[in-house]
Structures are given as C-alpha cells and as structure tokens.
C-alpha cells in the first residue's frame, strides 16, 4: 500500500516524485520504465492496470524490497 499512498498522499505529485521518495530518483525511473508508465504521469490519471504493472516491477526492484 505504500506505493498507492505515495501516488495519492500529495497533490500534482508526479509518480516519478512520490517513488522516488521509496526507492531513489535512479529506481523510480527505471520502475516507471518498466512498467509503461511515463516519467510525469500523476497516480490520478493512471488506470488500475498501471498500478498492477507498477506493482508487479516493484516486487522484482531491489530498491523496493521493503514497499508493501
């Protein structure tokens, strides 16, 4: 959930700034790019499948071993 509430915990956060805040700026660039998601994208506009894809990276992503 930490993920999520980084999405959502700040408003016009971009998702590259609230994952970053997890794992480092070098991780969440390379989470968002693995998942399809683009650098500036904001949690509001994401659909469901993008947190699952952003998910599913993370659990693969040393830097986010510890994100629930």
């Known amino acids: 959930f930490a993920m999520l509430d980084g999405a959502f915990g700040?408003?016009?956060?971009?998702?590259?700034n609230a994952l970053t805040a997890l794992g480092g700026r070098e991780a969440a660039g390379r989470l968002l790019a693995a998942a399809g998601v683009p650098a500036r994208a904001r949690g509001e506009t994401l659909d469901p499948a993008a947190f699952v894809r952003l998910a599913a990276r993370a659990a693969e992503d040393a830097a986010y071993n510890n994100v629930q």
Do not use: G
């Not at 700040?10 to 590259?16: E, F, G, P």
């Open 10 to 16: 700040q408003r016009r956060k971009t998702l590259a």
